[in-house]
């Protein structure tokens, strides 16, 4: 509970974010005027959250109010200076008076306030590429020619690096800009397939092309791509992703084909800021690296770390990262590592609150802090702050629905846990439950209207109640497409 002085959020109270336009805010209130009306709901409770609901409309349907609103709301919970607006939903922001504890979920949207106020910062790329005996044909092939195309659409001022590694790691290419396409050309086409698969290796020597030429107002980041597991170097990959971090060097994995350690990549991917994924075929190794580049050009901020400091009582159950990518984020002592912020993209995190019994009146439940790293020369660090408020009310709880964002990224964190439990069960040898909770998945999936993965997951677990196995490739196609699930892929950025 806080002792402050009562400020009501008018927008956590319809629903909307403080972006909502004039026929928004409209269609919000109508939508909760006609659920909470004393005349549906009977109940003290009710009035009262009718007269707050009818309250936030006044204000924000007004220009004139709104506008002075809106600057009373920037003092106390925003931040007019900083680089970052937060942005925060919750699934409900009137709570009923009860005895035992009860779950809140908010969802916090941290998005570029100026998007057009940071230019484009020079890009320190290096690629790792595997080339152990696993990699030969086709897959080689093709990494080859999509590394040569990438050059194109570097910009001025990018450089690019490239190491190949197997049993041993070498630099194809040092960093440097690429001028002299013919030459890269050359080197990629001597580059053949042999050994065994030691990622460390190349992690280190990419990481180090890049740690001694860092430098102010510079992105640098590192792309692995592999399709093989490493043994007996996987804490010294972890170990160096947490180096990479605190370096301001990301790191982004993505495995090719079938045998490989998704846990491990996931966590490097993790640790270090960048985002982890699956390629089912060599055809699809250009799509990703020109994908991926185009997000990379597309920096906005660095480090985005979320600080939660829930109200006596409060605790934080949960903390999904929603957005880039669904994922639990690595806890720190001082909060959670999100990664990079992206103009195009921005982070969601839907956080679990556990509330203690309440009593009827005003809450604080906690405040969000957000702070970034904002490249430039000199970078700067920056911070945005957030209260997460609402009421309670007395008499029976109030059976409203939670906005549409907040209902979806809830259905996107069960979704993906239902299948990573569904897959648990499989390895464990309990085939009906995992097809059984891979026939929910499907039926959610097509609730969303994702009809394709939908089919895919409801196949899956035909197979598997008839007795038959899944491909490793069918889990990982799985795991990472409901990751990534209703995120629509980047436009490829045009060549400089």
Known sequence: MSAREEFVDYYAILGVPPSADAEEIKKAYRALARKVHPDVMPGAGTSLLFRLVHEAYSVLSDPERREEYDRRWQARWGSQRSFLRLQLLLSRSALPSLSASQILYALLTIEPARPHAIPRLPLHLCLVIDRSNSMRGERLERVKAAALELTGHLGRGDRLAMVAFHNRAEVIWPLSPVGERHRLSMRLEALTAEGGTEIYKGLLLGFQELFRARQAGVHSHLILLTDGRTYGDEDQCRTLADQAREAGIGI?????????????????????????????????????????????????????????????????????????????????????????????????????????????????????????????????????????????????????????????????????????????????????????????????????????????????????????????????????????????????????
């Open 252 to 496: 982004s994995a993505f495995g090719i084909g079938e045998d490989w350690n998704d846990v491990l990549l996931d966590e490097i991917a993790a640790r270090s800021g960048g985002i982890s994924g699956y390629i089912a075929s060599p055809e699809e190794i250009r799509r990703r690296f020109l994908e991926h580049l185009s997000l990379l050009q597309d920096r906005y901020a660095e480090d985005v770390r979320l600080v939660v400091e829930p109200a006596e009582g409060v605790l934080v159950t949960a903390l999904y990262q929603i957005t880039p990518e669904l994922r639990v984020p690595l806890r720190e002592d001082s909060g959670w590592y999100l990664g990079a912020l992206h103009t195009s993209r921005p982070i969601q995190a839907l956080v679990e609150f556990a509330l203690p019994p309440l009593e009827p009146g005003f809450l604080e439940v906690a405040r969000l802090r957000a702070q970034a790293r904002i490249p430039g020369n000199p970078p700067q660090l920056d911070e945005a702050e957030l209260s997460v408020q609402a009421h309670v009310l007395p008499d029976e709880p109030l059976m409203t629905s939670p906005p549409e964002p907040v209902l979806e990224a809830l259905s996107r964190v069960v979704i993906y846990r239902m299948q990573e439990q569904a897959w648990a069960d499989v390895q464990a040898g309990r085939w009906v439950e995992g097809a059984q909770k891979l026939r929910e998945v499907g039926t959610r999936l097509l609730e969303l209207g994702v009809k394709d993965l939908a089919q895919e997951a409801l196949a899956v677990a035909t197979r598997l109640l008839q007795g038959h196995s899944v491909s490793r490739s069918q889990r990982l196609a799985l795991k990472y497409r409901t990751r990534m699930l209703m995120l629509p892929p980047p436009e490829l950025g045009e060549r400089p």
